[in-house]
């Protein structure tokens, strides 16, 4: 059986299940306290109002955002009693998370594209005459979409594991938080997967601008603890989903 | 062994929850063209054997076997040829029917005639396009029958399959499944707690209780065990009891009553001619017919009593 059908399968479910209001939420929000930002950086006509939004849209709502993704896509499988469903069709449970999983990437994917496309809006209203700095944003949207990857992997497997809506977000919520502050500690901040969005988007846009947001004493930990968090979530959770009982 | 081959057959399977054996030992056997009820009370296993025919548990030991494949080893090909409705309906509410099949029918890749077909066949095409949500429990039933007729599969396992439906829809959807293996070559396993459900349905009965295999054979064999009575009463009960062990009938006494073997008519009347002849006064004649649903009760009780 063709992944592609699998994956045109989970596509259809998310039909009628207003979706898109979720992924355009955080960039709208975002886009309503860029156009109030009064952070002004001399040089830089852009610069104050991206960075007011990418901090809104990357410690709060971009961590929040993975676990809701993760939640919304088992939500009916949970609710409706179709895991047993899904899982008598001829496929390999792998290939239903894996599809899960890319989906999920999708709709994160159409959030970043919103929200790069919510910065030039934000300054557009605002009257800024200088060129948009596409290539910055889009450097810092692409890093963010990075950053999100070990969370999706950590909370599909929760969304999952968990057999409800609630759990899962409510698990993401308390984690999400404490990322601010995590973020701040360049011991820390690397090794916490919800300050990574955060630190991913801020770190991204200052280094295309030449200087450094001061997040990171080093870049490498960040990505190590990345990928490497990004491959034990993914292993886990697909484990436990191959080899869980389904009763 | 071996030389037989069933369309599904499982040997010793067993299931253990908390140390406990939910399932127990269980070897069935499934024949092609065979509507299989299988019978148990609530709680005796039924749900639990099916989900490992399908795979969504593991037996802790055992073996199942679907279309002489082993179902450890070939899961996949062995589902590309099965359809399945367990327990509850499954449904994406928020879709219509048409949507819900749709999602199956991509992976299934069957054409998309196919819908339509289903959903006639189980009586859904006013609904089809309206939101599951807004469907009747039955309705539901019915649309998960659909999802599990999608993929015109070899062997159906449906898991209390008329759950929820209202008087007409069960005598719809049993006439429905009835005609299963003969119109569409298809074989069915379908599970019950109600003996009648099964009665009007079923070919070949597999009864279980506390996990484990009491019966499986025809289901003309069980009607067999049904056996009939015959009670006489009459005023004097030992003579009575005389006479008929010198004709070789063995009786059994409750109050004036007596009991026997039922006889053929013939047999009857010699019987009551030479009780008569010997200055009886017979008061009543009686014949009783134990039912299937008696044959049932007592079966699984003499379970719970071991």
């Known amino acids: 059986m063709m992944f592609s059908n699998v994956l045109k399968s989970e596509w259809l479910k998310l039909k009628h299940s207003k979706v898109v209001f979720i992924v355009l939420a955080s960039p709208v929000l975002a886009t309503i306290i860029g156009l109030f930002s009064t952070m002004h950086v001399p040089e830089h006509q852009w610069l104050g109002t991206i960075t007011t939004m990418i901090l809104a849209h990357s410690a709060i709502f971009l961590p929040l955002l993975t676990g809701v993704f993760a939640a919304l896509i088992c939500r009916h499988e949970h609710s409706g009693g ?25 709709l994160l994917t159409l959030t970043q594209t919103a929200f790069l496309i919510a910065t030039w809006v934000a300054g557009t209203l605002k009257g800024f005459s200088d060129p948009f700095p596409f290539v910055n944003v889009l450097m810092s949207v692409g890093v963010g979409w990075l950053a999100c990857l070990p969370l999706i992997a950590l909370q599909l497997w929760l969304a999952t594991m968990l057999t409800s809506f609630a759990g899962p977000s409510v698990v993401n919520v308390m984690l999400t938080f404490p990322a601010v502050i995590i973020a701040n500690s360049p011991l820390f901040g690397p090794l916490y997967p919800w300050a990574h969005p955060l630190l991913g988007m801020t770190q991204a846009l200052s280094y295309s601008l030449g200087g450094d947001a001061g997040f990171l004493d080093s870049a490498v930990t960040f990505y190590v603890v990345m990928i490497s968090s990004l491959a034990l979530f993914t292993v886990v959770g697909s484990v436990h989903f191959q080899r869980r009982e389904w009763v | 062994m071996g030389n037989q081959t069933y369309l599904l057959e499982t040997n010793g399977l067993t299931k253990t929850y908390k140390g406990a054996k939910v399932v127990n030992g269980l070897s069935l056997q499934l024949e092609e063209g065979e509507i299989y009820g299988f019978l148990g009370p609530n709680g005796a296993g039924k749900t639990t054997t099916i989900r490992m025919l399908l795979g969504l548990i593991k037996p802790a030991k ?92 070899k062997l159906l396992i449906l898991d209390e399959p008329t759950n929820g439906l209202d008087p007409a829809g069960m005598i719809y959807i049993r006439e429905l499944i009835k005609q299963l293996p003969v119109k569409y070559g298809m074989t069915v396993l379908l599970s019950s707690h109600l003996l009648s459900e099964i009665d009007q349905v079923a070919t070949k009965v597999g009864i279980i209780a506390k996990g484990e295999m009491i019966f499986q054979d025809q289901i003309d064999v069980l009607r067999e065990k049904a056996s009939r009575k015959l009670h006489v009463q009459m005023n004097d009960w030992e003579t009575g009891q005389k006479v008929l062990s010198r004709h070789g009938i063995e009786t059994a006494r409750h109050d004036n009553w007596l009991t026997m073997p039922n006889q053929p008519d013939g047999k009857i009347a010699e019987i009551v001619k030479e009780l008569v002849y010997s200055g009886l006064d017979i008061y009543r004649v009686s014949e009783e017919i134990a039912s299937l649903e008696d044959i049932f009760l007592n079966l699984t009780k003499g379970e719970e009593t071991l």
């Not at chain 2, 199942?64 to 309906?89: A, H, M, N, W, Y």
């Not at chain 2, 949507?99 to 199956?104: A, I, R, V």
């Not at chain 2, 890749?109 to 089809?128: D, G, H």
């Open chain 1, 82 to 106: 179709s895991w047993k469903q899904v899982l008598t069709l001829p496929v390999s449970r792998l290939q239903i998370y894996f599809a899960k999983f890319i989906v999920i990437l999708f």
């Open chain 2, 62 to 153: 055992g073996r199942v076997t679907v279309f002489g494949k082993d179902l450890s080893k070939e899961r996949i090909t062995i589902l590309k040829q099965i359809g399945s409705l367990v327990e509850s309906p499954s449904y994406y509410p928020h879709l219509t029917g048409k949507d819900n099949l749709e999602t199956l029918r991509k992976i299934l890749q069957v054409p998309k005639s196919r819908i339509a077909e289903v959903l006639e066949m189980v009586r859904l095409t006013k609904m089809a396009d309206r939101k599951v949500k807004e469907y009747s429990l039955g309705m539901k039933q019915r649309l998960g029958l659909a999802a599990s007729l999608l993929g015109s599969p």
